[in-house]
């Protein structure tokens, strides 16, 4: 009997050993651009296929995804506001701050362009002409980095979209597709990055009415959540993500990825 024991804890063990190999997992919470552009399903097969490493994805807003970096409930933070990201660094949620990549934000809206903006490349005045003639405009109002890059824009162009927005403005609450559906639905006009648009289905009467404008570059960035605030934190697995995009190979892969032939984000680590 006493053998027979000693051989069940053995292969007990190394039962447990084999399932603690195939947890090597990182959580990563994101936003919702990189993952409803296909940019994870492209980019996360080749990062495991190098490390044997899984990546989890939590795809939210960039609000949600710093909070859940705050609470150490993720290993990495990949989002798009950069003021929101230095903050969080500042505060001693993240170690330290990497760019990764960019692409641009676009204005979507009716064929039928209600607003006259069409084929424009001033976002600002854009926006001026849509709240003067109030016609319907759909807001993700979700804290995403979509969301505080559209309430910086109504700013710059000298409207208190807080005060002024009247029944023509729609808070959804909603992530870059849903929002976009929405706009399908009320054919209405959004600010959307160019990679959802781009992988978008849905498109009913819309269509890019103005993009171009240097106000709309959108900038991406990399954290490793801080070990030293949040134990938890699996800090070799999750560093080596971040060193992973921003080198060579990985800003290869974010530039290989393609929809319709067209390059979707554009890989910009500093060396």
């Known amino acids: 009997m006493g053998l027979r024991k000693v051989l069940l804890s053995f292969f007990l063990l190394v039962f447990l050993s084999a399932a603690g190999a195939q947890e090597r997992f990182i959580t990563v919470s994101s936003t919702t651009s990189t993952e409803q552009s296909g940019l994870f399903k492209h980019l996360l097969p080749l990062f495991t296929a190098k490390t044997g490493i899984q990546v989890r994805v939590v795809a939210v807003g960039t609000g949600q995804a710093l909070d859940i970096g705050r609470r150490g409930d993720a290993d990495v933070v990949f989002v798009h506001a950069r003021p929101l990201e230095e903050k969080f660094v500042a505060e001693g949620h993240g170690v330290q701050r990497f760019e990764v990549m960019y692409n641009d934000f676009i204005l979507i809206g009716p064929k039928s362009d209600p607003a006259k903006v069409a084929g424009t490349r001033d976002i600002v005045a854009a926006l001026q002409k849509i709240k003067a003639a109030q016609v319907p405009f759909v ?21 208190d979209i807080a005060k002024d927005k009247g029944a023509w403005y729609r808070d959804t609450g909603q992530g870059m597709g849903p929002a976009l559906n929405s706009a399908a639905g009320m054919n209405a006009y959004i600010l959307s990055d160019r990679g959802t648009w781009l992988s978008f289905k849905n498109r009913a009467d819309l269509a890019i009415a103005v993009e171009g404008d240097r ?13 030293a605030k949040h134990p938890q934190v699996k800090k070799e697995m999750g560093q080596a993500f971040v060193d992973w995009v921003v080198s060579p190979e990985g800003q290869k892969a974010i530039a290989d990825f393609k929809i319709g032939g067209e390059q979707l984000f554009f890989p910009n680590a500093r060396k």
Not at 139 to 155: C, I, M, P, V
């Open 139 to 159: 807001s993700r109002g979700d804290k995403s980095g979509t969301h505080f890059a559209e309430l910086a824009l109504w700013k710059e162009a000298g409207i």
């Open 215 to 227: 106000r709309l570059f959108n900038q991406y960035g990399v954290m490793l959540v801080n070990p």
